[in-house]
């Protein structure tokens, strides 16, 4: 079982900056690809980010790449999503995921078991 706890969301202008966390618990974290997907009002979940067990490869959106930059760190059961350059069609409830079967990033969410709560984005004009 994979328990996993976002945190960092908020309110920001365009242009700026924001770093979400997902802390995760369970024994599997190291061997788990983990992803971020988002959820704006009224459309369907999208893929924002993943990255390998490893750390080592990372996928990313075509609308978010060179903005955002998806870590991890396995010492601290930690995934982290960096984003730069905020833009408003970012304003979404952002949820971090963990697939305990494939260990490659993937941006599929059926590639993936477990998921947070989310936690709200919001960018100001």
């Known amino acids: 079982q994979v328990q996993l706890v976002e945190s960092g969301g908020g309110l920001v202008q365009a242009g700026g900056s924001l770093s979400l966390s997902c802390a995760a618990s369970g024994r599997t974290f190291s061997s788990s690809a983990m992803g971020w997907f988002r959820q704006a009002h009224r459309t369907e979940r999208e893929f924002v980010a993943a990255v390998s067990s490893t750390g080592r490869s990372a996928n990313y959106a075509d609308s978010v790449k060179g903005r955002f930059t998806i870590s991890r760190d396995n010492a601290k059961n930690t995934v982290y999503l960096q984003m730069n350059s905020l833009k408003p069609e970012d304003t979404a409830v952002y949820y971090c995921?963990?697939?305990?079967?494939?260990?490659?990033?993937?941006?599929?969410?059926?590639?993936?078991?477990?998921w947070g709560q989310g936690t709200q984005v919001t960018v100001s004009s």
């Open positions: 995921a963990a697939s305990t079967y494939y260990g490659d990033p993937r941006a599929y969410p059926r590639s993936y078991n477990y």
